[in-house]
C-alpha cells in the first residue's frame, strides 16, 4: 500500500468516526440539548406576577420569563411570551398554538394526564389573603364556620383548594378571569378572601400595600414546573437539561433573588429541596 493510499485510509477513517459523533438533535451543547435555534412561542397568563406580568411599556417580564431566556442560552433556543387566559393554556399547549406553557403551574397528576410537565423549578404552597381590617377569621380552616366567600382564578389549583375549604363551593367560591380580579374584589368586598399561590400572593401584597395582608399559615406541599406538549420529549428534555444547568451554574439563585429582593414570603432562593437540584 502506498503512502498515499495509507493516509488516505486514515483520512477516512477519521472521518467515519467524526461522523459517528456529529451532533444531532438530541445531543448536547454544554449541559443542555441542543435545539438549533428552535424559535419557541410560549403561552402564559401575564397577570402574576413576580412570575410574570406586562410592564408599563408592554414588556413582559418577570421571574419565568428571564428564566426561560436563561435555559435558552444553554439550549440553544428563542423563546417568545404570548398573552393568554389561563384557563385555556392546557389545551393551547394541547392543540401546537404554543410550544410550551410557562405561568406558574402546579404539578398535579390529573394536569399530567393531559399533558407533560418539567421538572419542578419552584417549590409551590398556598396562602390565604384577606383585607387589611379583617379580625373575623384568621386560619383557612375557618372559612368553613361562616358564609364567607372565596375569591380564586379560574382554572387553578387554588379554585380546587378553596371548594374544599368552604361549606357551600357553588355559593361560596367565585372565580375570576386573573388573581388581580380576584384582590379586586376582595378589596371592594365582593369576597372575604383570596386562596392563592404564596410567591405569588407576596407581590399582589405589596402592590396593595394596606389593603390586603396574609392570614394564617401556609398550607399544601406543591411544585411548579413548565408545561409541554404531551409526548414532545425532544423540548422537555432539552428545558431539563437547561434548568439542571442554571441550578448548578448559580443562575436560579440569581433570578429568584432579583424578583422577590423587596417582597414576602420569599422562595429558598438556595433551590435546597427543589427535586433534582443541581443534579
Given at each position: ?123 409551590n404552597s398556598e396562602v390565604m389573603l384577606v383585607r387589611g381590617d379583617e379580625t373575623r377569621f384568621k386560619e383557612p380552616e375557618d372559612l368553613k364556620s361562616g358564609n364567607y366567600v ?48 404564596t410567591f405569588a400572593a407576596s407581590s399582589l401584597v405589596e402592590d396593595n400595600k394596606g389593603k390586603v395582608k396574609l392570614s394564617g399559615k401556609q398550607f399544601g406541599d406543591e411544585y ?56
Amino acid at each position: 500500500m502506498s503512502r498515499r493510499i495509507f493516509l488516505f485510509g486514515i483520512l477516512l477513517l477519521t472521518g467515519m468516526l467524526i461522523a459517528a459523533c456529529a451532533p444531532t438533535a438530541s445531543t448536547t451543547t454544554g449541559s443542555a440539548t441542543d435545539l438549533k435555534g428552535r424559535a419557541l412561542k410560549v403561552g402564559s397568563d401575564t397577570t402574576y406576577p413576580p412570575f410574570e406580568s406586562i410592564d408599563k411599556d408592554k414588556n413582559i417580564v418577570g421571574f419565568d420569563v428571564e428564566l426561560v431566556s436563561e435555559i435558552c442560552k444553554k439550549a440553544n433556543c428563542k423563546a417568545t411570551f404570548v398573552t393568554a387566559d389561563f384557563d385555556a393554556l392546557l389545551a393551547a399547549v394541547g392543540n401546537k398554538t404554543y410550544d410550551l406553557s410557562v405561568s406558574g403551574w402546579t404539578i398535579t397528576d390529573e394536569r399530567a394526564k393531559a399533558v407533560d410537565f418539567s421538572i419542578p423549578y419552584m417549590p409551590n404552597s398556598e396562602v390565604m389573603l384577606v383585607r387589611g381590617d379583617e379580625t373575623r377569621f384568621k386560619e383557612p380552616e375557618d372559612l368553613k364556620s361562616g358564609n364567607y366567600v372565596v375569591a380564586v382564578q379560574l382554572g387553578t389549583t387554588n379554585a380546587i383548594t378553596a371548594k374544599k375549604l368552604v361549606a357551600d363551593a357553588n355559593k361560596q367560591v367565585k372565580e375570576f378571569q386573573d388573581f388581580p380580579a380576584a384582590v379586586a374584589a376582595l378589596i371592594n368586598k365582593q369576597a372575604d378572601a383570596v386562596v392563592i399561590d404564596t410567591f405569588a400572593a407576596s407581590s399582589l401584597v405589596e402592590d396593595n400595600k394596606g389593603k390586603v395582608k396574609l392570614s394564617g399559615k401556609q398550607f399544601g406541599d406543591e411544585y411548579l414546573g413548565f408545561v409541554f406538549r404531551k409526548g414532545d420529549a425532544e423540548l422537555r428534555d432539552a428545558f431539563n437539561a437547561g434548568l439542571k444547568a442554571v441550578f448548578k451554574d448559580g443562575t436560579w439563585t440569581k433570578l429568584c433573588e432579583k424578583w422577590w429582593k423587596d417582597i414576602s414570603p420569599k422562595p429558598d432562593c438556595s433551590g435546597k429541596g427543589l427535586p433534582d437540584f443541581g443534579k
